[in-house]
């Protein structure tokens, strides 16, 4: 069982970073394919970055590419979105979520999730 919570939302000018953390409890966290999605008011849950437990491969939405980083800190069992040139579309409750697969990017596919934090970009 891995639980995780998520840390650094807040509300930011359209340009401005945020980073936001996100902490899970658990020995093998190192194992498990980490997550972020995102979910704005009236719409479904995206998709944002993915990265895997081993080699720490890395995967975007088309949307974020190049502005979002997604990392890992395995001995903080610790994962980061360093977001940058936010933008109001950014606006959204992101989750953390973790899986025991690699390199996916769907959200079934994920079987821990954390509670969520806001992201509010205004312009």
């Known amino acids: 069982q891995v639980q995780l919570v998520e840390s650094g939302g807040g509300l930011v000018q359209a340009g401005g970073s945020l980073r936001l953390s996100c902490a899970a409890s658990?020995?093998?966290?190192?194992?498990?394919?980490m997550g972020w999605f995102r979910q704005a008011p009236g719409k479904e849950r995206d998709f944002v970055a993915a990265?895997?437990?081993?080699?720490?491969?890395?995967y975007y939405a088309d949307s974020v590419k190049g502005r979002f980083t997604i990392s890992r800190d395995n001995a903080k069992n610790t994962v980061y979105l360093q977001m940058n040139s936010l933008k109001p579309e950014d606006t959204a409750v992101y989750y953390c979520?973790?899986?025991?697969?690699?390199?996916?990017?769907?959200?079934?596919?994920?079987?821990?999730w954390g509670q969520g934090t806001q992201v509010t970009v205004s312009s």
């Open positions: 658990g020995r093998t966290f190192g194992s498990y394919s």
């Open positions: 990265i895997t437990g081993s080699l720490s491969s890395t």
């Open positions: 979520a973790g899986s025991r697969y690699s390199g996916v990017t769907t959200e079934h596919e994920y079987a821990y």
